[in-house]
């Protein structure tokens, strides 16, 4: 398995392993010295690789220069590191570290199953494209952007665990003391100083209301809210996230393709903020308004982020979650486990 550079990039490969694990493989894992995929990995106790990586930029940087040589000398050492381990088939989630793996193991012909979880494809899967076997994506708006022949419309997979989360776990947790309703705010592996920032300007409103669980990202936390029993602060949460969502009544987030479908899944009204535009490919925009078109979430875009719109948005989504949760409930967007699975068994070397 192989994809980094966020979190986003590594959460559905796991889900993916029990499924896997139970049909006899054996997972082994490619990425970055210093990527997040490291630190989740390893945590999962899954064997893992080292190779270098540039990053792959669509704006001007200087380091546009060099990143290309380090991409050089990560597809040579994928293909050593393939070589040796002899793997029956690569799954790649894509990021920047993908592209390598997904080279290493077309020159050692070994069969590569890809996934895209946007709309728009990204970069690093429209380069892997050409060496992919087969190209798993979410949307079927992305189907139409790649090779037909080789996209297949599986849907997303989700983490069996997600599923078993208890709503009481997650307030003692967190040790709520008012039986208010929740909000669950995430702002991606990496957090969001937008969000962040007017989410914490207007607590003094919303907590009268709402007690609230924050995912803020590293390095994020206020002290001085840490002793506020109604608001509770994390840098990044892993075991105990199912919970924590559980305990949700709606959820305050961006739009991610992986969140996003897994918000679907669990039936969680959801008000998304999708990076806009200027600091993005633009992929997340697309993400919301499918889902807002499809019933599923409530949109307020970057640009309009300010204190009242916030709070009217999220209490429009409260007082009308029923409809939303109703909408979620009649989606025929399922687990896309069991198809990937399917894929990776029909194209693995015997």
């Known amino acids: 398995?192989?994809?980094?550079?966020?979190?986003?990039?590594?959460?559905?490969?796991?889900?993916?392993?029990?499924?896997?694990?139970?049909?006899?493989?054996?997972?082994?894992?490619?990425?970055t010295k210093d990527g997040i995929e490291r630190k989740i990995i390893e945590e999962n106790?899954?064997?893992?690789?080292?190779?270098?990586?540039?990053?792959?930029?669509r704006y001007f940087d200087v380091k546009n220069f060099t990143d290309p040589f380090k991409v050089i000398k990560g597809i040579w050492e994928a293909y050593e590191i393939i070589k040796k381990e002899k793997p029956n088939i690569v799954f790649s989630k894509g990021g920047f570290v993908a592209v390598p793996v997904v080279l290493g193991a077309?020159?050692?012909?070994?069969?590569?199953?890809?996934?895209?979880?946007?709309?728009?494809?990204?970069?690093?899967?429209?380069?892997?494209?050409?060496?992919?076997?087969?190209?798993?994506?979410?949307?079927?708006?992305?189907?139409?952007?790649?090779?037909?022949?080789?996209?297949?419309?599986?849907?997303?997979?989700?983490?069996?665990?997600?599923?078993?989360?208890?709503?009481?776990?997650?307030i003692k947790l967190c040790g709520f003391t008012e039986s208010k309703p929740v909000i669950f705010v995430m702002g991606g592996s990496?957090?969001?100083?937008?969000?962040?920032?007017?989410?914490?300007?207007?607590?003094?409103?919303?907590?009268?209301?709402?007690?609230?669980?924050?995912?803020?990202?590293?390095?994020?936390?206020?002290?001085?809210?840490?002793?506020?029993?109604?608001?509770?602060?994390?840098?990044?949460i892993n075991e105990e996230l199912p919970h924590m969502i559980a305990a949700a009544d709606i959820v305050l987030s961006r739009a991610g393709a992986n969140s996003i479908f897994e918000f679907l899944a669990l039936k969680k009204p959801n008000l998304l903020i999708p990076l806009s535009a200027k600091s993005s490919r633009g992929d997340q925009i697309l993400n919301a308004k499918s889902f807002e078109k499809s019933g599923y979430s409530l949109v307020l875009e970057e640009e309009k982020l300010e204190d009242r719109t916030l709070i009217e948005?999220?209490?429009?989504?409260?007082?009308?979650?029923?409809?939303?949760i109703r909408n979620m409930e009649n989606s025929k967007t399922g687990n896309g486990v069991e198809a990937?699975?399917?894929?990776?068994?029909?194209?693995?070397i015997k």
């Open 190 to 236: 990496l957090g969001a100083r937008a969000i962040n920032d007017v989410l914490r300007r207007n607590l003094n409103v919303l907590l009268k209301t709402y007690n609230i669980i924050h995912i803020c990202g590293k390095g994020n936390i206020e002290e001085k809210y840490i002793h506020n029993k109604d608001y509770k602060q994390f840098e990044y």
């Open 313 to 324: 948005k999220i209490n429009e989504l409260y007082n009308n979650k029923e409809n939303y």
């Open 340 to 348: 990937i699975v399917g894929l990776i068994e029909k194209f693995s």
């Open 45 to 57: 106790h899954i064997k893992y690789h080292v190779i270098s990586s540039g990053k792959l930029r």
């Open 106 to 170: 077309y020159f050692n012909k070994i069969p590569v199953i890809a996934h895209e979880s946007d709309i728009t494809p990204g970069l690093a899967n429209k380069l892997s494209s050409p060496y992919a076997t087969k190209i798993c994506v979410t949307f079927p708006e992305a189907a139409k952007k790649l090779n037909k022949n080789k996209a297949v419309l599986t849907g997303n997979p989700i983490r069996k665990e997600l599923f078993e989360g208890s709503k009481i776990k997650g």
């Open 1 to 31: 398995m192989t994809g980094g550079g966020s979190a986003g990039h590594v959460t559905p490969n796991l889900a993916l392993v029990p499924r896997l694990k139970e049909l006899g493989y054996e997972i082994e894992y490619i990425g």
